[in-house]
């Protein structure tokens, strides 16, 4: 199966806390692909838990790695990236 990645530098104000984490654990729920996000440091969770998210304390500014494999992999990383980085 192919894996998808994608890189992007977090915008989103409140970095992935609180209410943005939930957003994008459920974004990631909804998906039937296997989703984790990544530091830079190579510490990686899997995107579909909020408490995981957290752990990782990604900050507006910090850039984080994406990576899915399934069927709609490309789409949810498109849906996940605008949550972290909104335009």
Do not use: K, W, Y
């Not at 609180?18 to 459920?26: C, E, K, N």
């Not at 510490?43 to 994406?66: F, K, Q, W, Y």
Request: a negative charge; glycine letters at 4%; charged letters at 25%.
């Amino acid at each position: 199966m192919t894996v998808v990645e994608r890189r992007l530098v977090v915008t989103e104000e409140a970095g992935l806390h609180a209410r943005p984490a939930a957003a994008f654990a459920q974004t990631a729920a909804r998906s039937a692909a296997e989703i984790t996000v990544a530091r830079e440091d190579g510490h990686e969770v899997p995107a579909r838990s909020v408490l995981s998210l957290m752990t990782l304390n990604i900050r507006c500014g910090d850039a984080i790695v994406l990576r899915a494999s399934g069927t709609d992999a490309e789409s949810v990383l498109d849906e996940l990236a605008r949550i972290a980085a909104p335009a």
